[in-house]
């Protein structure tokens, strides 16, 4: 049986020899939302990506995800994802319900983590939003690992 930090390592190499090369962002966070997924299981209630759009700049709209339908859009600042994407740092949330600005697209979430993803400029380029239904499902070793995976995600080539 793999440990938490094993199972990361396995998935981000995975995920990085399959988007190796492709051209697509989209293909990219597809991908990598799959993966972890089909690592996870049901700790990770939904996965996805919410993509900077660049048309507004400061609005966040949904990407490729499993899970539950997602709301589409999210202006920066606003719940976890948009403090993610303000902030440029990672949201560790036990309680959702008592994080400020929460948007609630699936009452069944109650904690989540949120990382930011860099596009190839070093810029903001997404966020990978994983929520559970489980409180405190999400700790430092989650933060590291998925931090390891989207730091590369658009990057690797
Ligand atoms: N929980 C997020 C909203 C997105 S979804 O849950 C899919 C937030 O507050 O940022």
Redesign the pocket.
């Known amino acids: 049986m793999s440990t938490k930090s094993e199972l990361y390592a396995d998935v981000r190499k995975q995920i990085l020899a399959v988007v190796a090369g492709e051209t697509s962002e989209t293909a990219r966070y597809a991908t990598a939302a799959c993966l972890l997924r089909e690592t996870f299981g049901d700790r990770y209630f ?1 996965t ?1 990506f ?1 993509v900077v759009d660049p048309a507004k700049g400061d609005e966040l709209v ?1 990407g490729p ?1 499993q ?1 539950t339908m ?2 589409l859009r ?1 202006p920066f600042g ?7 994407a303000a902030t440029g740092e990672t949201q560790l949330v036990e309680d ?1 319900h008592a ?1 400020p ?6 009452s069944r ?1 109650n904690s ?1 983590i ?1 990382v930011p993803v860099p596009g190839r400029d070093g810029k903001l380029a997404a966020v990978l ?1 994983v ?1 559970s239904t489980e409180f405190g499902a999400f700790d430092t070793e989650d933060q590291a690992g998925l931090e390891a995976i989207c730091g590369a995600l658009l990057t690797v080539d």
């Not at 606003?78 to 993610?84: D, E």
């Not at 600005?101 to 699936?106: K, M, R, S, T, V």
Request: aromatic share 14%; glycine share 20%; proline share 0%.
């Open positions: 939904w996805g919410y949904v995800y899970g997602g709301c999210i606003k719940g976890v994802c948009g403090a993610a959702v994080f600005g929460h948007i609630a697209c699936d979430s989540e949120v939003d929520d």
